[in-house]
Each structure stands twice: as structure tokens, then as C-alpha cells.
């Protein structure tokens, strides 16, 4: 009896011991992941719940293309007509992020020349990028600010327009404010809220509309639809999903 005893004991304990090692090892496990910049399991739950809902567009070419965080682009797509867009840059190197889709690149051109003409000088900030660029860009803000604030201003990759060639981030003459919220009260930005649609652009992401697009307020973001959408688009002050009557993005 005693001896039965001892060994129930033993078992009991070995098994006490062995629930103490896997709690210390998970946790162990959950502070490497954040070392390494790499979602927890609950945070992997989020995002395999919010993927779930995210379809692939069928014709990425497209002009008018819905690119967002339940639309992305097919793996590896890469616009095959990139052209340097012929405007002035906020850097003076060479760069993809001069690059855009030849029809949109040439409209980017032609607003910038039309801005002049009435005083309002623009420089470019960030046009295309890769879904190489779109990867490093968006993980340096999960690691600066978290996963959850860092989808509410940059897109996971292959759900960002800047993939598409089709949209490009602009600021003042001065440089100042670029990328920046502070850019919306410019007159920069309120010429491109009145003008941007006689060139085919829209401001992708308006004011008060983060439930519907799924990003807050970007009064320098600019994609190209072309002049006949653009301008129904911006007359309306609806935004490209409320055009194409889709569920918004956080519902």
C-alpha cells in the first residue's frame, strides 16, 4: 500500500513538474515572438479570421481596380507598363517610388502642370512599390506601433494600391507635412480636393470615411480611376468602395 502510494505520488509530482515547463516554455515562446516581430497566437487568430474574408482580384490590370483590405492583388503581381512619372520628387535619387502604371503616371503629370499653371506647386512622395517594399514598409510600423494601429494607416501586403501603380502620395512645393496630417489644411491639398478629378485622381481615403475604407484620413493620397469615375467619385464625396456599393471594410 505504501509502496503504491509512493508511486502515485512520484507520478503526481512528474506531472506537476512537466505543466510547469510547457507554461514557461509558451511563454518563453510569446516573448520570442515579439523579440522577433512575430504575431502571438491570439494575434495569429486575428489576422487568420480577418484573411478569411479577403478575395483576390480577378483582373488586377484593370483601371478601376478595388484594391483594399478585403480585395488584394494575386501573388506576385507586378504592373508590366511602369514608367518614371515625369514630376519632381521629394528625393533626387533613382527610385521605384518614382514608377507608375504608364496611363497613370501620365495624368500625374499633367495635374502637376495644371497645378503650377495656378500657383500650386506639388512634389511627389511615394508612388509604386513592390510587394518587397510593401512587406519591409508595413513591418516596420507593426514594429514601431503594433499590429493592430499600424493596419489603420499602412496596408498588409498585396492589399495596397501603391502595388497597383496606380496611386501615389503627393505634398507641398516646401516638402513639409508630406505623408503627414497636417498636409489637409494646405492649399496643396485643398486645390487637389477641388482639381484632382479633371485629371482622373481621387482622394482615396477622405475624412470620416476610416469605417468604410478601413484608414484614417490621407488627404495626399491620390489614385487614379480615370476622369469619367474620378469625377462622379468626388462629386458625390463618396469614396471608391461606396461606388462600387461594397460592405465596408470594418463591418
Excluded at 511563454?27 to 520570442?32: I, M, P, R, T
Excluded at 506639388?122 to 506601433?145: E, P, W
Aim: charged share 25%; glycine share 6%; hydrophobic share 35%.
Amino acid at each position: 500500500m505504501l509502496k503504491l502510494w509512493s508511486l502515485t505520488f512520484c507520478l503526481l509530482l512528474t506531472a506537476l513538474m512537466l505543466a510547469g515547463c510547457m507554461e514557461k516554455f509558451h511563454f518563453a515562446q510569446e516573448e520570442e515572438n515579439i523579440a522577433l516581430n512575430k504575431p502571438s497566437s491570439s494575434t495569429n487568430k486575428t489576422r487568420s479570421q480577418s484573411l478569411d474574408s479577403i478575395s483576390v482580384v480577378a483582373n488586377p490590370e484593370s483601371i478601376p481596380v478595388l484594391v483594399n483590405k478585403q480585395h488584394k492583388l494575386p501573388e506576385n503581381y507586378s504592373p508590366e507598363d511602369l514608367v518614371d512619372a515625369n514630376i519632381p520628387f521629394i528625393f533626387k535619387e533613382k527610385s521605384e517610388k518614382r514608377k507608375m502604371r504608364a496611363a497613370a503616371a501620365s495624368a500625374i503629370e499633367k495635374l502637376f502642370t495644371g497645378a503650377k499653371k495656378q500657383g500650386v506647386n506639388l512634389l511627389g512622395v511615394s508612388a509604386y512599390r513592390s510587394h518587397i517594399a510593401q512587406t519591409a514598409l508595413f513591418n516596420s510600423y507593426v514594429k514601431q506601433d503594433g499590429y493592430e494601429k499600424a493596419s489603420t494607416y499602412s496596408a498588409v501586403p498585396g492589399t495596397s494600391e501603391h502595388e497597383t501603380g496606380l496611386a501615389i502620395d503627393v505634398t507641398g512645393g516646401d516638402g513639409r507635412c508630406a505623408a503627414e496630417e497636417c498636409f489637409g489644411g494646405t492649399k496643396e491639398a485643398k486645390w487637389l480636393q477641388k482639381h484632382a478629378a479633371d485629371y482622373g485622381f481621387i482622394i482615396r481615403y477622405p475624412k470620416g470615411k476610416s469605417a468604410i475604407t478601413g484608414y484614417t484620413y490621407e488627404p495626399w493620397h491620390l489614385r487614379y480611376v480615370g476622369k469619367t469615375m474620378a469625377k462622379k467619385i468626388m462629386s458625390r464625396d463618396i469614396t471608391l468602395e461606396e461606388y462600387y456599393h461594397t460592405v465596408p471594410v470594418n463591418k
